[in-house]
């Protein structure tokens, strides 16, 4: 399993940096405009040259409206900006075939400037809320599209977690359909360490964390500490190896 870790600008970024040995992916967002907000293209590039040059670097595009072309743009802006995963939250997206059609137009887009650039379709797991298109969707509409990833975070960042709104065996479905269309399978929001167990009995292939190694546990008030990214890795280690040799988790 990849750790995905979301710093919110320069500075956090070099906390990455410092601990870059224990994380796989550096995660670029701006939270303040939402779940998978996006920052600003100056800040992917510099945030490219921060961290090692073997660390990729995620771009968030925004919890994006029904708007395939404005996207899509978007989406060629942060991989010309220097990353490799480009997230799209289908925040705007009702049904199905409206994720399909963004999607299809960010895959062209990154694609055709990008090649080995890796495409996520994101959804969310609460998406009941927000009234978007149905999480167990999201798989199909990322194989459809001929995006790389699908993945859920959480929309609604006030103290529920992932699997408040998505139990463990509904995740493990949402896994096993991904893995099933040749899918990488992400997942995120508000992921703690007492998550780890499930998380890795499912098969997920990346998780992404924020809050979790933010001074507090606060991911807007809090910093990431470079010796929290260290833990969190040390217990994804431990299930890892729990679950590879058969042995029942602790947690």
Not at 210 to 236: K, S, W, Y
Request: charged share 20%; proline share 6%.
């Amino acid at each position: 399993m990849l750790l995905l870790v979301s710093p919110d600008g320069i500075e956090e970024a070099r906390d990455c940096a410092k601990a870059a040995e224990h994380l796989d992916i550096v995660d670029v967002k701006k939270p303040d405009e939402g779940s998978l907000g996006a920052n600003f293209p100056w800040v992917i590039r510099e945030i490219r040259d921060t961290v090692p040059a073997d660390k990729p670097v995620s771009a968030t595009v925004g919890d994006v409206p029904y708007k395939p072309g404005t996207v899509a743009q978007a989406a060629l802006g942060a991989v010309v900006s220097g990353a490799t995963y480009i997230k799209v939250g289908l925040y705007g997206c009702t049904t199905p075939d409206q994720g399909i059609e963004v999607m299809r137009a960010v895959v062209r887009a990154v694609k055709d400037h990008r090649p080995d650039a890796l495409v996520v379709a994101s959804g969310y797991a609460d998406a009941h809320r927000i009234g978007c298109v149905n999480p167990l969707a999201v798989p199909d509409i990322a194989a459809r599209s001929g995006a790389d990833a699908a993945m859920l975070d959480t929309a609604v960042k006030d103290g529920t977690r992932l699997f408040d709104h998505v139990p463990p065996d509904v995740c493990a479905k949402f896994v096993g359909t991904a893995h099933a269309a040749g899918l990488l399978a992400a997942l995120a929001g508000s992921v703690t360490q007492a998550d780890l167990g499930p998380l890795t009995r499912i098969g997920t292939d990346i998780v992404g964390v924020r809050g979790a190694v933010c001074e507090g546990g606060n991911r807007t008030a809090g910093r990431i500490q470079p010796q929290l990214v260290a833990a969190f890795r040390a217990e994804m280690d431990r299930h890892a190896r729990e679950q590879a040799v058969g042995a029942p988790s602790a947690r």
